[in-house]
């Protein structure tokens, strides 16, 4: 399905992409050039109804009218085949645009098991978009868990063979911030805290999604938060007021960029700078989407990057979405303009904005002579040489047929499967001889919370009381403040069970053995349940499949923590935000997991 038009010497394959890039820029008008500069949403919905529960324009006047090519996904289709025919009845808008322009679709994560559509327009953490037909896998934490390159490399490239099949360009990720405040809200989709581990997974994740593939072929990894969202004061996030600011009491600004400089080295082509705002460094204290020290003095000139920095989303215009008001992003430039504020981001070296429409800006800043068309040329020339680099002047279109075949086939999803049971860790098991120490055997009597009982069928006998079980498994998620509104979906605030659960979790403990299965999407403090539980598993992001595999003996846990996880909230609030592995006496360290030998897996 490949595109024939080779009349102009901007469409001819055969020419280096410099050369075309050089041509299809001579010919673009200002507007066309400030579309190419903004990277807003779109939903897989009909391309001429506007998405009011989000506050989206129609895709089609977007394309003809603001020439905006490039959209973040969020949502999905029932099938890849449909996925795909919407992806080229896109392209076919673009297409028959007077230059041809074709559109760059991106996309937040989609092969996590705990994902929701939500998140690409909300920002929210907890809303990925779902796996759905992809293969499904754990969580971040999860590949750093098993914490091998050679899988996190071979997850990238399944997922840039998926994502390509149905027509998706630039992965919006990996997240190479390290988790060094143990409360954050985005640990759960970070390698972890340790640097080293985190450095080689982010670069194993650039590799396989993009790597050595050819135009058609690679998926573009951008790489966020430069340059380094972890260090958050007390943990906040800076999707929100309250959370703008990032700390370092420790001195290590300089450790936060090593993952990014392990991205960039494995050929990472375009960043995205965090929302936060630097308080008590070298650099001015305003979000670094709008800091130039940041992106152009230590982005570009320091580490040589050249590709295309995007911002974060909603850093230049307020906005609605799930029925909230959504201030912009504007940290430490609030009292800016629009206007203002979108010239101080161009001149601190960004070169498109994500989730935004206002290309009438860019105009206004060219009409003025605020900036120089030398400088917005520089941009889109950045972006325009990804689309060639990628293939999508040259074959802009997808097979739905291949599409179908490869997204979400048997191969990918046994290598999911395999992730989700790799990453389950070990933390504790009763001494050899106890019946209720893992694994468990066969036909006993479980009463089970959070696992369907259709899966449990086949390994237990499934009790509908404690009282009636010979052992109890119980799926809870790591402890969070429950707030309002969009911030509602950031799990942050205390890490400590609160009283309530605490109890019912001890009394269920007393009543039967309980295997404790908890999903650590940030680093709880588990206190006395470690010793009142028959054994813990954390769990990273796997199904119930994986899970009774391993809790059933077909499989072995074999994860090891990605983070310490604090023995009191004491401890974390001593901690300095900025430095890994620095709450007292954790109860875990780093790297612990147990381990037993499965039977055959069935």
């Known amino acids: ?47 001429d109804t506007p998405n009011i529960e989000f506050g989206l324009p129609a895709l089609r006047p977007t394309i003809e009218d603001q020439r905006i090519t490039h959209f973040g996904l969020l949502g999905t289709k029932q099938t890849p085949r449909e996925f795909a025919a919407w992806h080229n009845e896109v392209q076919r808008i673009a297409l028959d645009r007077p230059l041809g322009i074709p559109v760059t679709f991106s996309t937040d994560t989609r092969h996590a098991l705990s994902a929701d559509p939500r998140n690409a327009l909300t920002g929210d953490p907890e809303s990925e978009s779902p796996a759905g037909f992809f293969s499904q896998w754990p969580e971040t934490l999860g590949l750093a868990a098993i914490g091998s390159d050679k899988v996190t490399e071979h997850f990238a490239d399944i997922v840039r063979q998926e994502y390509r099949s149905v027509g998706l360009h630039v992965a919006l990720h990996p997240q190479a911030d390290l988790a060094t405040e143990p409360r954050w809200a985005r640990i759960f989709t970070t390698f972890g805290e340790d640097v080293d581990l985190v450095s080689r997974m982010a670069a194993a994740y650039v590799r396989g999604l993009d790597g050595a593939h050819p135009g058609g072929e690679a998926v573009a990894a951008m790489v966020k938060h430069f340059p380094g969202g972890g260090p958050q004061k007390d943990g906040e996030d800076p999707h929100f007021p309250y959370g703008r600011e990032q700390v370092y009491p ?26 936060g705002m630097p308080v008590g460094t070298e650099h001015e204290e305003v979000g670094f989407g709008f800091n130039r020290s940041v992106i152009t003095g230590l982005l570009r000139e320091r580490l040589g990057f050249d590709g295309i920095v995007c911002t974060d989303w909603s850093l230049i215009s307020d906005g609605t979405a799930l029925g909230d008001d959504i201030a912009a ?46 400088r917005i040329d520089r941009s889109v020339r950045r972006i325009l040489t990804e689309k060639f680099r990628l293939g999508l ?13 490869v997204a979400g086939c048997a191969a ?24 209720s120490r893992l694994p468990l055997r066969d036909g006993l009597r479980v009463y089970a919370e959070g696992i369907a009982p259709a899966a449990l069928e086949e390994y237990a006998e499934a009790a509908a009381s404690p009282s009636e079980a010979d052992v109890a498994v119980l799926r809870v998620r790591a402890p969070f403040e429950a707030r309002d509104g969009l911030a509602a979906g950031f799990h942050a605030g205390s890490l400590e069970f609160d009283e309530a659960e605490r109890d019912r979790i001890l009394s269920l403990a007393k009543q039967v053995p309980t295997a404790l299965v908890i999903f650590l999407d940030r680093p709880a403090v588990l206190g006395e349940l470690a010793d009142a539980a028959a054994a813990i598993l954390a769990d990273f992001g796997s199904g119930d499949e994986a899970l009774l595999q391993v809790l059933f003996g077909r499989a072995a846990p074999r994860g090891r923590l990605p983070f310490d996880l604090p023995s009191s909230m004491r401890a974390v609030l001593e901690s300095r935000s900025d430095v890994p592995f620095d709450t007292v006496e954790p109860q875990f360290h780093h790297g612990h997991g147990l381990a037993y030998e499965p039977g055959p897996l069935a």
């Open 250 to 275: 420790g001195g290590q600004f300089e450790l936060h960029l090593k993952p990014f400089i392990a991205a960039l080295e494995a050929g990472a082509t375009q960043m995205m700078p965090y929302y």
């Open 393 to 405: 002047f040259d074959g802009p279109f997808v097979d739905p047929e291949r599409a179908e075949q």
């Open 1 to 47: 399905m490949a595109r024939p038009d080779v009349g102009l010497p901007y469409q001819d394959p055969t020419l280096p992409v410099e050369q075309r890039v050089d041509d299809l820029v001579s010919r673009l008008s200002p507007q066309d050039k400030a579309g190419q500069m903004f990277h807003p949403m779109g939903t897989l919905q009909d391309v």
């Open 329 to 374: 992003r504007a940290w430490g430039v609030e009292q800016l303009t629009p206007e203002q504020r979108l010239l101080k981001a161009l001149d601190a070296g960004v070169d498109q904005f994500g989730g935004e429409y206002r290309t009438d800006l860019v105009l206004e800043l060219l009409r003025k002579g605020a900036v120089s068309q030398e």
């Open 412 to 435: 990918f999803k046994r290598a999911g499967l395999d992730a989700q049971r790799r990453s389950l860790t070990l933390l504790t098991n009763r001494a050899s001889g106890d019946a």
